[in-house]
């Protein structure tokens, strides 16, 4: 079955780095976007952006270009986020999030698997 | 930008009770909504997918209706296990976004 595993809780400083990890198995990694997924403590869902395990490409919203990179090791079918420059509203949980179609025997079947979540911490 | 506004933004309910929840769309999407479940220190969990596809495992208790710019989500009959919070997404156009979440307890 589908799963996306997430590394650990991060604890940073304000103006440092953060790379979180999304372990994929499962499923054709490089078959099916990859997005990231953000939330803050008692708030709503905010959309970070997409990759394409394939191609490498990626998309960005608005609010994180610049700031934000997304990778990917198809070798270990593991994609990463790094945000840099981290501010104290960066604080969230993070998610990774793949959804897509496949087929068995003939019948089309959707998909919709999210990470277990990676909460990033960022205090002086 | 597409913003989904979603109401109410919490609301109390007791089992048994027939729950609607709404999800406005800011410009047309189609069909290209989706709605989840999402429980304390929980990620999401999809309930309907395209508007009114019920997710494989999902209770029937759940549906999903709309198209365009207004969609609905229904739980027929409240079971206490239907607590937490549900979230619209759009990936009609990016960049995707997502309603405010609606808060659900049980009286």
């Known amino acids: 079955q589908v799963q996306l595993e997430q590394s650990g809780a991060e604890v940073k400083k304000p103006g440092a780095s953060v790379k979180v990890s999304c372990k994929a198995s499962g499923y054709s990694f490089t078959s099916y976007d990859l997005n990231w997924v953000r939330q803050a403590p008692g708030q709503g869902l905010e959309w970070m952006g997409w990759?394409?395990?394939?191609?490498?490409?990626?998309g960005y919203a608005e609010q994180f270009q610049g700031r934000v990179t997304f990778t990917s090791d198809n070798a270990i079918t593991t994609a990463y986020m790094e945000l840099n420059n981290l501010r104290s509203d960066d604080t969230a949980m993070y998610y990774c999030?793949?959804?897509?179609?496949?087929?068995?025997?003939?019948?089309?079947?959707?998909?919709?698997?999210w990470g277990q979540g990676t909460l990033v911490t960022v205090s002086a | 930008d597409i913003q989904l506004t979603q109401s109410p933004s919490s609301l109390s309910a007791s089992v048994g009770d027939r729950v609607t929840i709404t999800c406005r769309a800011s410009?047309?999407?189609?069909?290209?909504l989706n709605w989840y479940q999402q429980k304390a220190g929980k990620p999401p969990k999809l309930l309907i997918y395209a508007a009114s596809n019920l997710q494989s495992g999902v209770p029937s208790r759940f549906s999903g209706s709309g198209s365009g710019t207004d969609f609905t989500l229904t739980i027929s009959s409240l079971q206490p296990e239907d607590f937490g919070t549900y979230h619209c997404?759009?990936?009609?156009?990016?960049?995707?976004?997502f309603g405010q979440g609606t808060k659900l307890d049980i009286k």
């Open positions: 999030a793949v959804r897509g179609w496949y087929m068995v025997r003939g019948v089309n079947y959707y998909f919709d698997n």
């Open positions: 997404r759009q990936s009609y156009s990016l960049p995707y976004s």
């Open positions: 990759m394409n395990p394939y191609s490498g490409n990626t």
């Open positions: 410009q047309t999407i189609n069909t290209y």
